[in-house]
Nanobody
Framework: QVQLVESGGRLVQAGASLRLSCGAS????????MAWFRQAPGKEREFVAG????????YYDDSVKGRFTISRDNAKKTVYLETNNLKPEETAVYYC????????????????????WGQGTQVTVSS
């Protein structure tokens, strides 16, 4: 069983930066693919970024490439999402997710592949 707790979300102005954190407990974090998803009001949850457990290969949705960076600290069992130049349309609840079954080189963009989810952290970007 894996427990995930996100933090770092808050109200910011357009163009601002935030660092979101997700602390994990339980499971084998060092061999678990991790990802960030987000869900805006009235919309489906969508993939934002993911990081594999082998060689820390990273994946990004095209909408955030060059502005967001996902990273992990296995010693702290924490995954981070650095967000830069935030846009109002990126207002959403940001969720951390874990996929213990993923091979070391791969991160799925499908939320159905993730077994564990955090409670989410609210990011609000004002214009």
């Amino acid at each position: 069983q894996v427990q995930l707790v996100e933090s770092g979300g808050r109200l910011v102005q357009a163009g601002a930066s935030l660092r979101l954190s997700c602390g994990a407990s339980g499971g084998t974090f060092i061999r678990t693919a991790m990802a960030w998803f987000r869900q805006a009001p009235g919309k489906e949850r969508e993939f934002v970024a993911g990081i594999a457990w082998g060689e820390d290969t990273t994946y990004y949705d095209d909408s955030v490439k060059g502005r967001f960076t996902i990273s992990r600290d296995n010693a702290k069992k924490t995954v981070y999402l650095e967000t830069n130049n935030l846009k109002p349309e990126e207002t959403a609840v940001y969720y951390c997710a874990a996929d213990p079954g993923a091979p070391g080189y791969f991160v799925s963009r499908r939320l159905e592949e993730y077994d564990y989810w955090g409670q989410g952290t609210q990011v609000t970007v004002s214009s």
